[in-house]
């Protein structure tokens, strides 16, 4: 099946809306609950599967919801189609944490895209996402992404989202070494890995981590600079930044006798 033809802008800075316009009986496929506004001529539909198999048989539904569910999306996709006679109509979409939206065309990727498994916000209908398992023990259980990726494929438009800010990098037959949570894509044609964090003293004391990703290969990464754990990491109470405008230890004391 062909995507359907999807015409878009990104609203915004730091948190980003993505907004698609679209022609009478055209479709977009977005995860669960990203909606934000749509215009009155669009409907929606929520079902199991993408829709880049109309003809698909129930089993064959019940195991793409399946792969969903394993890799920790929601069993369902939701349809949006401008159900109007003439006319555009629009519908806008946004990621639920703050992070940049990032417009892919899939023509250009012919073996596809492998997403971390909550990457993916919106695409045109037509776009097959499908189980993507990581091959390597390491980089399933340490990688940040574990075994489970998404693989994005098709002819259309996809739009997947990062934390904080994106930065796309050509490898050409290279090695690039990077913190485990902020990959956010790369093309099947680059190898990824997990390697130690140097010697015993900066591992411990480095405050990188135990462990480095490693991208080595021909092809185009995504990368991210604030995943979404060490969001949560920093907004946590005892995260790292929890005293920091109390002014240092004293308004730390300070502040623990007057919540007595």
């Known amino acids: 099946m062909n995507s359907h033809e999807i015409d878009y802008r990104i609203l915004g800075a730091d948190i980003q809306v993505l907004e698609v316009e679209l022609d009478p009986q055209e479709t977009v496929i977005a995860e669960a609950g990203a909606m934000v506004y749509m215009d009155e001529a669009i409907t929606f539909e929520t079902r199991m599967g993408d ?3 109309p003809d698909q048989g129930l ?40 992070g940049t939206i990032i417009p892919l065309d899939l023509s250009t990727l012919p073996q596809g895209l492998i997403v971390q498994k909550d990457g993916f916000l ?11 398992l990581n091959q390597k023990l390491g980089a399933g259980f340490f990688g940040g992404e574990g075994f489970i990726l998404q693989r994005l494929s098709g002819d ?22 990077v913190d485990t949570g902020c990959v956010v894509a790369f ?5 990824f890995s997990i390697t130690r964090a140097g010697g015993l003293k900066s591992m411990i004391f480095g405050g990188e981590g135990l462990l480095l990703a490693t991208l080595r290969g021909t092809g185009r990464v995504w990368l991210q600079s604030m995943p979404i754990k060490k969001l949560i990491q920093a907004l946590s109470p005892a995260g790292g ?19 007595e």
Do not use: C, M, W
């Open 156 to 177: 259309g438009r996809a739009f997947i989202h990062a934390g904080g800010t994106v930065i796309e990098k050509q490898l050409n037959n290279e090695l690039l070494r």
């Open 187 to 191: 093309e099947p044609g680059i190898d």
């Open 51 to 53: 829709g880049s198999a």
């Open 59 to 98: 089993l064959s539904k019940l195991f793409s919801a399946g792969t969903r569910l394993i890799t920790g999306e929601s069993l369902f996709l939701t349809h949006f189609t401008h159900r109007g006679a003439a006319g555009k109509s629009k519908v806008a979409f946004s990621a639920p944490y703050p």
């Open 122 to 132: 919106a695409a045109a209908r037509g776009t097959k996402i499908s189980l993507h």
């Open 241 to 259: 930044n929890a005293r920091k405008e109390s002014g240092g230890v004293l308004g730390g004391l300070l502040n623990g006798v007057l919540d």
